[in-house]
């Protein structure tokens, strides 16, 4: 799995600040944002005083968010490119129907391997031989034989199915849930913050968890978003899951 932020607002805080200060102020908008970035006019600010202002954005912003009125995050934009996620996954995070996504699709890209030799693999090949080749298509857990087997079962049949004339968009329903895609997907900040208080949490699958996990870090490697940290969090703190959280592995 690769997930890389290809895309987000570097003038974040600007932008979060001036929807903050724009709901409680008589300035406008743009008189709003002006200010913050020094627009229109040459000023002579020390690099203190830069940092300075920065904090006391973040902490306007914090006091806004911490009282409940999020719609002020919804003007950051994050894009991620990810990689190598299985179909099941896509089932989850596409119930975040307020992202957009953009997904690699099984009717137009053929899976095309040897069909005699994935015959021949099926009999005589070793495990490691049958993961080697079928990680390039599937998502593993682990090595379990039986999956192993029931994946390139699936291939096989997969591969017939293309070779007796079925087009993929046909073909590609005896593929199993763990196939392999590739997603863009956009969001705002505050969907973000939702997707993260939902799927970092333990009783969250792993996969998804993971594809969230890498999301947050890169977000968080950016010195623009250090500051949402305490934000791209597991919301613990309103857990309605009757599980308890020791017993999840």
Same mark, same amino acid.
């Given at each position: 799995?690769?997930?890389?932020?290809?895309?987000? !607002?570097?003038?974040?805080?600007?932008?979060?600040?001036?929807?903050?200060?724009?709901?409680?102020?008589?300035?406008?908008?743009?008189?709003?944002?002006?200010?913050?970035?020094?627009?229109?006019?040459?000023?002579?600010?020390? %690099?203190?005083?830069?940092?300075?202002?920065?904090?006391?954005? %973040?902490?306007?912003?914090?006091?806004?968010?911490?009282?409940?009125?999020?719609?002020?995050?919804?003007?950051?934009?994050?894009?991620?490119?990810?990689?190598?996620?299985?179909?099941?996954?896509?089932?989850?995070?596409?119930?975040?129907?307020?992202?957009?996504?953009?997904?690699?699709?099984?009717?137009?890209?053929? %899976?095309?391997?040897?069909?005699?030799?994935?015959?021949?693999? !099926?009999?005589?090949?070793?495990?490691?031989?049958?993961?080697?080749?079928?990680?390039?298509?599937?998502?593993?857990?682990?090595?379990?034989?039986?999956? %192993?087997?029931?994946?390139?079962?699936?291939?096989?049949?997969?591969?017939?199915?293309?070779?007796?004339?079925?087009?993929?968009?046909?073909?590609?329903?005896?593929?199993? !849930?763990?196939?392999?895609?590739?997603?863009?997907?956009?969001?705002?900040?505050?969907?973000?913050?939702?997707?993260?208080?939902?799927?970092?949490?333990?009783?969250?699958?792993?996969?998804?968890?993971?594809?969230?996990?890498?999301?947050?870090?890169?977000?968080?490697?950016?010195?623009?978003?250090?500051?949402?940290?305490?934000?791209?969090?597991?919301?613990?703190?309103?857990?309605?899951?009757?599980?308890?959280?020791?017993?999840?592995?």
């Amino acid at each position: 799995m690769e997930v890389k932020l290809i895309s987000y !607002n570097d003038n974040i805080i600007d932008i979060i600040h001036t929807a903050c200060r724009t709901c409680y102020s008589k300035l406008t908008p743009i008189e709003i944002y002006n200010k913050d970035t020094y627009a229109g006019e040459e000023f002579d600010i020390s %690099i203190e005083q830069v940092k300075e202002d920065r904090i006391k954005k %973040i902490e306007l912003i914090k006091k806004v968010m911490n009282s409940g009125h999020l719609s002020t995050t919804e003007h950051a934009y994050f894009t991620f490119a990810i990689a190598g996620v299985s179909r099941a996954l896509l089932a989850q995070i596409t119930r975040h129907r307020l992202c957009s996504f953009s997904v690699q699709s099984q009717r137009y890209v053929e %899976i095309k391997e040897n069909l005699e030799d994935l015959i021949v693999l !099926n009999t005589c090949g070793t495990k490691y031989q049958k993961i080697e080749l079928l990680s390039k298509y599937f998502v593993f857990k682990d090595d379990n034989d039986l999956f %192993i087997d029931s994946c390139l079962n699936a291939l096989i049949q997969y591969l017939q199915l293309t070779k007796e004339g079925y087009k993929a968009e046909d073909a590609r329903n005896v593929l199993p !849930n763990a196939t392999k895609t590739n997603i863009v997907l956009s969001c705002n900040l505050r969907q973000l913050m939702h997707i993260c208080n939902l799927r970092l949490c333990k009783h969250a699958q792993l996969e998804v968890r993971t594809m969230v996990g890498k999301m947050k870090n890169e977000v968080l490697s950016k010195p623009e978003c250090e500051w949402l940290k305490p934000y791209l969090v597991p919301n613990c703190k309103n857990c309605t899951d009757f599980r308890d959280c020791k017993e999840i592995k």
